[in-house]
């Protein structure tokens, strides 16, 4: 059977192309990911950047440390505490490194430091000298040397001269005693000594830190970690969905040609061929396409991982020092994926040409006998069923679950799975909807039309699938995402009641001298909040990092309406703290907490707060220590004019890199940040679910034309011209698109109904909006393509 199988993929390359394609394109992308996948987890450390040319550093333990019943317990603190001026003192020679927060007013983000600490990286002057007065500064970018600019910190602006240029990214540096006068705390200490000298004096009050463990104080550790971990995320979500679609692309084509080459398994079987050897070619014919499509796949992907790693750079998903793998394993693992997945979709095809009597031979007829089978009835029920209980368990028993992708995608999935599996039982009735309005067409087109299309029920779903997913995938994901993303906004929004919001633009936060000018804006109530985090230990064995607003509670009420189940903000002073109900405790107890820097402390529980709470404690300033203010809330009182609040709210702003927004603006931009960061992810997956799409749907359609040469000769005979006979394949191809368009319109309204159910329990009642412009862009995609696959083979139609 191995050698038929040859013969017949002569004889049918067209119909074998598309299958090629997809696996191709399977393998290829399989191999590229797994090219990437390698590269970020196999890409070594980067290396010390901040500390490059400091041999040992000294910096504080960054770990909170309790000693439990159990035994000791450890969390990293979220503020530094600084290493004591006594340890300093041991080391006249060392350079005492402050690190804080500075910034040129509308530059970018950077820290400020002194200028001593310019010898721990490999970084020069490129302009100017060394800042030696109170109000020099040297720069690393912004300003030119003579330059008088405004240089905003924690506590305030102030204007300094800029004296020099150096190569040192994102750092301003002050003269050693303007720096120590910014910040008192000590950061670290830059030592050019033997480090078992150094871990002697230290001993265990400090850490030291050697060769590659310095890179931990590199300000970009953080940022690329999560570069790392968000390429890693996008990479598995592809290579699964390129699985996924691989396997419905060959399993449809195969489908596809069992039901068209029916009659040719039969005269096998009347020939003497058994079912097992009819099965034994398809997998054959499968195989041979496979193993030359894998092989051809895993080779492109090593070439197409450096694009691919690129572009994921680009958008920020990938830290750029990563070092391309080398390794032969992914394009091993994709060939070898691309063939089990090509065996795999073939096998229902394989099953069904097996069970082909004899007796079909004898049949000339095109139309099928049956469009669904038992099994194929219960598969699909089962599917959609298994789509439709997990909605329901989400909805009634964790409907906060439904705002994650991860959950909300393998049931959309399922959803067009089993609408794929049921098509050919939906075919008849969505085409006897559709066909109506061309009943009072003039010809024959309005009847021959879906006529063809009733017929061949299985061929019609065949073709349609394409359709499904592509229309489908892109209607659900999309329609999910923006519902989300405006339940999470409004959820932001509730509790606001101020008028106005003073955002800062830098990562410093706003400074002391900012608030203070907010504080004093006649005919408005400020109230300034400050992220910070406390710690507790749970049964003395586990300290647990819980997130903390740090607030006046005089003011706050009057901006956001926080609500409280017991309790009240009257009562929160600076020996008290407000709880969510996470912290299962009771009105008046204590709780024992260490605070973001390490420090201990008791605090009476004075306020319980309610479910949908937007932080989950609440304290005075005094606990916040370094926690930089994040936001100041205004509202106006009663008779002030907005239009004077909006002008002085400008003036104060001015200079101190921040910048006041109303409300409305406010939720809209989070909205916007939210939404963007949301569909990055998911218009790469969309990507290769379209690719995938036009390949399945341009091959079927092709498969179904070069059947159906004969049909069209005899349209020829019996009068039809040249023209007419495209305008039936171009209504055909339309029709079968439409038929593929409405079935993704019920899975993406069933699906989107589900998540409807599960988020209007967290924001009430909440709209269901669809992308219309991403959804009719890709559904005239595929009528586009459609219509080009059924017109070329016609263009070569007998006369």
């Not at 797994?34 to 970020?40: D, P």
């Not at 399993?251 to 596809?256: C, D, G, K, L």
């Amino acid at each position: 059977m191995l050698t038929i199988a040859f013969s017949t993929l002569r004889t049918r390359m067209v119909s074998f192309a598309g299958t090629f394609l997809a696996l191709a394109l399977g393998a290829a992308l399989m191999a590229a990911m797994g090219q990437v996948l390698a590269t970020t987890v196999g890409s070594p450390e980067r290396g010390p950047q901040r500390y490059a040319s400091a041999p040992v550093v000294v910096v504080p333990d960054d770990r909170l440390r309790v000693e439990g019943h159990l035994g000791e317990t450890s969390a990293p603190l979220a503020e530094p505490r600084g290493l004591p001026a006594s340890l300093a003192g041991r080391f006249p020679d060392a350079v005492a490194d402050r690190v804080f927060a500075a910034q040129l007013a509308g530059g970018p983000a950077a820290v400020g430091r002194p200028w001593s600490a310019s010898r721990t990286a490999p970084q020069r002057l490129v302009e100017g000298g060394a800042p030696a007065g109170p109000r020099e500064i040297v720069v690393s970018g912004g300003a030119r040397v003579g330059d008088l600019v405004r240089v905003v910190t924690a506590q305030g602006a102030k204007p300094y001269t800029v004296v020099g240029v150096t190569t040192a990214p994102g750092t301003v540096f002050f003269s050693d005693a303007e720096a120590a006068r910014l910040s008192s705390r000590i950061d670290a200490l830059a030592l050019w000594l033997p480090p078992q000298e150094v871990r002697a004096a230290v001993g265990s009050t400090a850490r030291v830190l050697t060769g590659q463990d310095r890179a931990l104080l590199d300000p970009t550790r953080d940022s690329d970690e999560q570069a790392r971990n968000n390429a890693g995320t996008i990479v598995g979500i592809a290579a699964g969905f390129a699985v996924f679609i691989a396997i419905f692309v060959v399993s449809s084509t195969f489908a596809f040609a069992v039901v068209q080459r029916r009659r040719e398994f039969a005269l096998l079987r009347t020939v003497g061929a058994t079912a097992g050897q009819v099965r034994r070619m398809l997998y054959g014919e499968a195989g041979i396409v496979a193993v030359i499509a894998a092989a051809t796949g895993a080779v492109i992907g090593r070439f197409l991982a450096g694009p691919i790693l690129d572009w994921l750079v680009g958008l920020g998903m990938a830290p750029s020092w990563l070092v391309p793998s080398t390794d032969i394993w992914p394009s091993v693992v994709a060939f070898t994926t691309g063939v089990v997945v090509a065996l795999a979709g073939v096998a229902l095809a394989a099953g069904r040409a097996g069970r082909v009597r004899p007796a079909d031979a004898m049949r000339e007829v095109a139309v099928e006998p049956r469009a669904m089978t038992w099994g194929r009835w219960v598969v699909g029920a089962a599917v959609v069923g298994t789509a439709l209980v997990s909605m329901a368990v989400s909805a009634i028993g964790d409907p906060a679950g439904a705002t994650n992708n991860k959950s909300f995608m393998p049931i959309v999935m399922l959803l067009v799975a089993g609408a794929g599996i049921l098509a050919p039982a939906l075919v008849r009735p969505v085409t006897r909807l559709l066909a109506a309005p061309m009943d009072h067409l003039r010809g024959a087109g309005g009847t021959l039309v879906p006529a063809a299309a009733v017929a061949s029920a299985r061929q019609t779903a065949a073709i349609a699938a394409p359709v499904l997913i592509a229309v489908g995938l892109a209607a659900a994901l999309l329609g999910g995402a923006a519902m989300t993303d405006t339940v999470k906004a409004a959820a932001q929004a509730a509790p606001v009641r101020a008028d106005y919001l003073v955002l800062p633009t830098g990562g410093a936060g706003l400074d002391r001298q900012l608030v203070e000018r907010l504080r004093a804006l006649p005919g408005v109530d400020v109230a300034v909040t400050a992220p910070t985090s406390l710690y507790t230990l749970e049964g003395d064995a586990v300290l647990i990092q819980r997130p903390a607003e740090a607030v006046d509670p005089a003011r706050l009420p009057a901006v956001l309406d926080v609500a409280l189940t017991a309790g009240s903000f009257a009562d929160l002073d600076d020996d008290g703290i407000i709880v969510s109900e996470t912290w299962e405790m009771r009105l008046g107890a204590t709780a024992k907490v260490w605070r973001a820097d390490g420090s201990k402390a008791a605090l009476k529980v004075v306020g319980l707060l309610g479910a949908d709470a937007p932080a989950d404690s609440y304290i005075t300033r005094a606990h916040a220590r370094s926690a930089p203010t994040a936001v100041a809330y205004l509202k106006l009182r009663p008779g002030t004019s907005p239009a004077a609040v909006r002008a002085a709210l400008e003036g104060a702003v001015s200079g101190h890199n921040a910048r006041a927004v109303t409300k409305a603006n406010w939720v809209a931009e989070a909205g916007d940040r939210r939404g963007s960061a949301s569909r990055l992810g998911l218009l790469v997956v969309l990507g290769i679910i379209l690719a995938y799409a036009a390949i399945a749907l341009v091959n079927t359609l092709l498969m179904a034309a070069s059947g159906r040469t004969a049909e069209r000769g005899t349209l020829r005979l019996l009068g039809a011209t040249h023209g007419q006979v495209l305008r039936y394949a171009a209504g055909e191809a339309l029709l079968v698109v439409a038929i593929g368009v409405v079935l993704a319109a019920g899975v993406a309204a069933v699906s989107l109904a589900g998540l409807w159910a599960s988020l209007v329990q967290l924001a009430g009642p909440v709209s269901i909006s669809l992308p219309w412009s991403s959804v009719a862009a890709v559904a005239g995609g595929c009528a586009f393509l459609g219509v080009l696959a059924s017109i070329v083979p016609a263009l070569r139609c007998p006369r």
